[in-house]
């Protein structure tokens, strides 16, 4: 359940990145370029940190966690590129 959550805050964050750097693209050409990568780099920052509090408080080893970090963080950073690439 925790995983989904993170999934649906992940895909929320990026919808709202997206839309600012869509209403600043008139004045800034690449704005959502950056937004694109300041997403991905604040989503690796979340997810680590999610990665982080299971092994060092939920007594998860890295080695259990990584598979969940890898779902967390690829999934909607896969959904920033391909938005970014196919139709913005």
Same mark, same amino acid.
């Given at each position: 359940m925790r995983t989904l959550l993170f999934l649906m805050a992940g895909l929320l964050l990026l919808a709202a990145v997206?839309?600012?750097g869509r209403l600043f693209s008139?004045?800034?050409p690449n704005a959502t370029l950056v937004a694109?990568? =300041?997403y991905i780099a604040l989503w690796l920052l979340v997810a680590g940190a999610n990665m982080w509090v299971g092994v060092s408080k939920a007594g998860y080893s890295a080695a259990e966690e990584l598979p969940i970090f890898l779902l967390i963080f690829g999934l909607p950073a896969a =959904? =920033? *590129? *391909?938005?970014k690439w196919k139709f913005i």
């Open positions: 997206l839309l600012l008139s004045n800034y694109t990568f =300041a =959904a =920033a *590129v *391909v938005l």
